[in-house]
């Protein structure tokens, strides 16, 4: 089994930053990968960003391309989310996720389903 715990969301005026933070414990060495979902107030569930473990390789979705930064340090288990030049639309409860087995496409890094660890999420507020 695997736990993830997020930390770092808050209040933010648009244009501002925020780093979420996710660590996790338990199975580590089973991690493949890590990935950021959120899911804003009456909306569905939406891929964020995602790295994988071996090799750093990085997602992310179109709407926080060039914005967020998804970064890893694998000696503390943690995956990093950078948020910077936030808008409204940002506005969110962020997950953490990890798959539970390896992911055979690319697509598969943005699916949810793929993914089998959930934190508890942390809440992110943009102010327009």
């Known amino acids: 089994q695997v736990q993830l715990v997020e930390s770092g969301g808050g209040l933010v005026q648009a244009g501002g930053s925020l780093r979420l933070s996710c660590t996790a414990s338990?199975?580590?060495?089973?991690?493949?990968?890590m990935g950021w979902f959120r899911q804003a107030p009456g909306k569905e569930r939406e891929f964020v960003s995602a790295i994988r473990r071996s090799d750093y390789t990085r997602y992310y979705a179109n709407s926080v391309k060039g914005r967020f930064t998804i970064s890893r340090d694998n000696a503390k288990n943690t995956v990093y989310l950078q948020m910077n030049s936030l808008k409204f639309e940002d506005t969110a409860i962020y997950y953490c996720?990890?798959?539970?087995?390896?992911?055979?496409?690319?697509?598969?890094?943005?699916?949810?389903?793929?993914?089998?660890?959930w934190g508890q999420g942390t809440a992110v507020t943009v102010s327009s």
């Open positions: 338990g199975r580590t060495s089973s991690i493949y990968a």
């Open positions: 996720a990890a798959p539970g087995s390896t992911l055979a496409s690319t697509t598969d890094y943005s699916r949810g389903t793929r993914y089998d660890y």
